[in-house]
């Protein structure tokens, strides 16, 4: 009889489910919007269709005004719209898909996740960012392809610059999320601050030095130097570098840090799920 029960126990023991890791929670968070992506190819065109709709317009636009003049700086221009997409990309990915979330009632799901809210969202925007480089490496071929203009197109440096230029981004992304779980309605000001993205990718980094420590700022002239002079990963500096993760890790916890305390104040007030 107790062989009987302790292999009754054992099996017990072998059908209980296994807790969740954040590796699962990855997994899932990937394949999730992977399912986005292929299921909804129309609205994934349309995002690549109106990119290239935007760069054909200060192309052509430019060409006819400028002439000589932009061809001189094209170089400069691709690498900086390339890097654009991908920061909209990044800011849109938390701050807009959590106001959907509230828009659709399914903020509180995330509340109730044993990993809690913040750690959800992150990888959230951390699987979009994944998808945004896809579909901007496609917008960088037909840009280049259109151009006819030659870049250097390291991926291990172009992934690591970019990607950590970014994280800024990524950052203040969370904070306009938690200030969306609290106010519900600041669209137009999100919007708002998409635009100020090209003023950042375009900051006079070597005229005026202070800038670096702006989002994107930093990462902008590093991209440029590697995409248009050929500047490898291992060839930067080491303060080069090192500034370019201390932005990122800086602002990326400033903004995990301001969306869980919105997120906590919105629980206090008892508005997390109203609208």
């Known amino acids: 009889m107790s062989g009987e029960r302790v292999s009754e126990d054992a099996a017990t023991a072998t059908d209980d489910p296994r807790p969740a890791t954040y590796y699962h929670l990855a997994r899932a968070v990937l394949y999730r919007e992977f399912l986005i992506f292929v299921r909804y190819p129309a609205n994934a065109i349309g995002g690549i269709v109106v990119a290239l709709f935007f760069f054909g317009v200060v192309f052509y636009g430019g060409t006819l005004l400028a002439g000589q003049a932009l061809a001189d700086s094209l170089s400069g221009i691709i690498v900086g719209y390339f890097l654009w997409t991908l920061a909209v990309g990044a800011y849109s990915s938390v701050s807009n898909d959590i106001g959907s979330e509230v828009q659709w009632g399914t903020l509180e799901r995330h509340v109730t996740t044993p990993f809690g ?122 303060v080069d570098l090192g500034l370019l993760v201390a932005v990122a890790v800086g602002y990326l916890g400033g903004g995990y840090v301001v969306f869980h305390y919105a997120t906590r104040r919105a629980r206090r007030l008892g508005v997390l799920g109203d609208y």
């Open 117 to 238: 809210f913040a750690p959800v969202a992150l990888l959230k925007g951390v699987a979009k960012v994944v998808r945004t480089f896809l579909t901007s490496a496609i917008v960088l071929a037909v840009m280049l392809v259109v151009t006819g203009t030659r870049l250097s197109l390291d991926p291990i440096t172009v992934v690591v610059v970019a990607g950590l230029a970014i994280a800024s981004v990524l950052g203040l992304g969370f904070a306009a999320g938690g200030i969306t779980v609290l106010y519900k309605r600041i669209g137009n000001w999100l919007n708002l601050l998409q635009f100020g993205f090209v003023v950042l990718v375009s900051a006079p980094v070597f005229d005026a030095p202070w800038t670096r420590v702006l989002p994107l700022a930093h990462g902008s002239a590093l991209l440029q130097r590697a995409m248009v002079d050929g500047v490898r990963l291992w060839e930067f500096g080491l």
